[in-house]
């Protein structure tokens, strides 16, 4: 079992920044493979990016490709997400996810690639 708490989220003015750490529980983080979604009010949960976990490779959605970047601490067990110019279409829940998995290379980009989720944290980018 893994337990996962988002934190880092609130307002800020497009073109800003933030950072979302993602916290995990119990001795297993380093086997996990992580990745990040958000939800947007009225669209579906979407991927944004994920990370190995040797650190990499790492693999982003289009939307965040040169603005985010994704990263780990395995002796923290804590997962970042960085983001940078920051948009109002980027507004949404952002979750973090988690799956067990032997292959240290593995990266998924889809929901049910996923076993465990955190609750979410709040981004508002304001225009």
């Known amino acids: 079992q893994v337990q996962l708490v988002e934190s880092g989220g609130g307002l800020v003015q497009a073109g800003g920044s933030l950072r979302l750490s993602c916290a995990a529980s119990g001795r297993t983080f380093s086997s996990c493979a992580m990745g990040w979604f958000r939800q947007a009010p009225g669209k579906e949960r979407e991927f944004v990016a994920a990370i190995s976990r040797s650190r990499f490779p790492t693999y982003y959605a289009d939307s965040a490709k040169g603005r985010f970047t994704i990263s780990r601490d395995n002796a923290k067990n804590t997962v970042y997400l960085q983001m940078n110019s920051l948009k109002p279409e980027d507004t949404a829940v952002y979750y973090c996810?988690?799956?067990?998995?032997?292959?240290?290379?593995?990266?998924?980009?889809?929901?049910?690639?996923?076993?465990?989720w955190g609750q979410g944290t709040q981004v508002t980018v304001s225009s």
């Open positions: 996810a988690a799956k067990f998995t032997l292959n240290q290379y593995y990266t998924g980009s889809q929901n049910r690639d996923y076993d465990y």
